[in-house]
């Protein structure tokens, strides 16, 4: 089993930056996916960004301002949002994909002022 739980969350002015973080705890995979969605009111959860042995992919909203990353070291991933728009408003969730499955944090509420 893994357990995800995120951070960082919180409101934030239009233009400015926030760091969401994603600890993973159990028995983590050398070799796992991480993703980072998001989920608006009234709208279909949304693929963010993906961290994997082979790199990164962003979806094309965020591309250029976010960045996903990992500390091995504190089995911890990362979405460093920048640039904050108030369409990037929503819970955003940290997601594990290994070869047993897949697991999903609670989520992290974000809300950006216009």
């Known amino acids: 089993q893994v357990q995800l739980v995120e951070s960082g969350g919180g409101l934030v002015q239009a233009g400015g930056s926030l760091r969401l973080s994603c600890a993973a705890s159990?028995?983590?995979?050398?070799?796992?996916?991480m993703y980072w969605h998001r989920q608006a009111p009234g709208k279909q959860r949304e693929l963010v960004a993906t961290?994997?042995?082979?790199?990164?992919n962003y979806a094309d909203s965020v591309k250029g301002r976010f960045t996903i990353s990992r500390d091995n070291a504190k089995n911890t991933v990362y979405l460093q949002m920048n640039s904050l728009k108030p369409e990037d408003t929503a819970v955003y969730y940290c997601?594990?994909?290994?070869?047993?499955?897949?697991?999903w944090g609670q989520g992290t509420q974000v809300t950006v002022s216009s």
């Open positions: 997601h594990y994909s290994d070869i047993r499955g897949e697991y």
């Open positions: 159990g028995s983590i995979f050398g070799v796992n996916v």
């Open positions: 961290l994997t042995i082979g790199g990164t």
